[in-house]
């Protein structure tokens, strides 16, 4: 059995050359700390009557693994373009670059800079969402989430919140429309049932105490067969009679005809703020392609009423974001280049037989890369989804590579191996294969080189 009076010092490792280098690379607190721990983990195994490692080539290897972030670059080949897990949407150019300035300079955020005045920070993107939108007045928050539960408590705080039993949705466990609603102290009326709710159903609903009518975009499921839902304009029209405002939560809410693009129609932000809703909510790092946010777009009075809420500040968007997003909304003042300047709209519009192309392209290359580990590589085609709650039931026609490898594991372990590169890189399992859609994957380079590293 190894000795434990075998084993070096603290201050030997630390003096020793490798121990000098762990400090130049990281700094003397952690590198002792490593060695300590490592030291602790050598006694250990001793005493349970097996061997140490090297001590001080284990507290490099601590240090190494500490020293990766945990949020380093990856290749999204999962086939779902905006994918909360994975941070939803790129960003365009000229949105990168106004964050990067907004982190590094002083900025007009909240002054202005004619009168030396103070300004509002909401004053930068206010005209670009209602000129993109036609709604009369606007204002951002945190996120969608956030815009909800602002929403619901500045028009129905200790009132009726009249809502249809087929749209009290959750999104990801922990967004759940009747949990929102009484965060937001507002009393949840459901009306009709999950398949069918009809005008008379929200008539007999409204009363004294009804602060407001929700209409909730069904972002991730689909209520299909013997159904019956309000139209947004018929809804608007009993709200407009009870003199109650109608709050359509949109979800993606993109700004553009989704059409235009080979997708199935989606109303638009500007056709809900048309159907008569008083507001409509939509985030910002869904389809419209910008950072985390979440817009609130309607009636000026009610927007005035929802800036004055207290928890608006707890809500409001940073200087770094306000950045992004404006220059995320100026580039749809130029929608014809829109599919070129948007990444989102990029990857969603990409013809199918580009993918295709390059699936054909890249599979001998990464065949020849996999094969001395075990595993084979072919194109295939493959479906790709939108993601993050816009047209949850439809797909788009992709292509993709088909990883397979010798055991009923093999698509399991090939996966976890591909999580682990430097670039860690993320598929879906079907049919007893890892396929890797590639619509989303920028250039060919990005998956042999961070195949490479395998
Ligand atoms: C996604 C979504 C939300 C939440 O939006 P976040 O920006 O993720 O906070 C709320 N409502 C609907 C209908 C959604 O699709």
Not at 111 to 139: C, M, N, P, S
Not at 288 to 306: E, S, T
């Amino acid at each position: 059995m190894q000795g434990l009076r075998a084993l070096p010092s603290v201050d030997q490792v630390l003096n020793g050359p490798a121990g000098r280098a762990m400090i130049a690379a990281h700094g003397r607190t952690a590198t002792t700390a490593a060695v300590r721990a490592e030291l602790d983990a050598a006694r250990a195994a001793i005493r349970a009557g097996g061997r140490a490692d090297d001590v001080a080539t284990g507290a490099a290897a601590r240090l190494d693994a500490a020293a990766q972030t945990t949020l380093r670059p990856m290749l999204n080949l999962t086939g779902t373009v905006l994918h909360t897990n994975l941070g939803r949407a790129i960003l365009a150019e000229p949105a990168i670059r106004a964050a990067v300035t907004a982190m590094a300079n002083p900025l007009a955020l909240e002054f202005d800079l004619e009168t030396g005045g103070r300004g509002k920070r909401d004053d930068h993107l206010r005209g670009l969402i209602v000129e993109l939108t036609g709604a009369e007045d606007a204002t951002v928050v945190n996120n969608n989430a956030a815009a909800v539960l602002i929403a619901l408590n500045t028009l129905a705080q200790g009132r009726d919140a009249i809502v249809s039993r087929g749209e009290l949705i959750e999104i990801g466990g922990a967004f759940r429309m009747p949990d929102i609603m009484a965060r937001a102290g507002c009393r949840l009326v459901e009306v009709g049932t999950t398949n069918r709710t009809h005008p008379r159903d929200y008539q007999a609903a409204l009363g004294p105490d009804t602060g407001l009518i929700l209409k909730v975009h069904t972002s991730n499921y689909r209520i299909e067969g013997f159904t019956a839902e309000v139209p947004a304009p018929e809804l608007a029209a009993i709200a407009r009679a009870a003199g109650v405002p109608l709050l359509n939560d949109l979800g993606s809410g993109s700004l553009v005809d989704l059409s235009h693009y080979g997708m199935r129609r989606e109303p638009t932000v500007a056709e809900a703020v048309a159907e008569g809703a008083d507001l409509v909510t939509f985030s910002g790092d869904k389809l419209l392609g910008g950072p985390q946010a979440g817009f609130i777009a309607g009636r000026r009075d009610l927007i005035a009423a929802i800036d004055k809420n207290p928890l608006k500040r707890a809500v409001r968007l940073d200087k770094i974001r306000i950045a992004a997003l404006e220059a995320t909304l100026r580039l749809y003042r130029d929608p014809d280049r829109l599919v070129q300047t948007l990444p989102t709209l990029a990857v969603l519009a990409r013809p199918a037989a580009d993918i295709a192309a390059q699936a054909a392209r890249l599979a001998p290359r990464i065949d020849a890369i996999l094969a001395p580990h075990g595993f084979a590589a072919a194109p295939c085609t493959c479906a790709s989804q939108i993601g993050s709650g816009a047209l949850p039931v439809d797909t788009i026609p992709s292509a993709g590579l088909r990883l397979t490898g010798a055991g009923g594991d093999a698509p399991d372990r090939l996966a976890a191996h591909l999580r682990a590169l430097p670039t860690p890189i993320i598929g879906h399992i079907r049919d007893g294969a890892l396929i890797l859609d590639l619509r989303c994957l920028p250039d060919d380079d990005a998956l042999t080189g961070a195949l490479a590293a395998l």
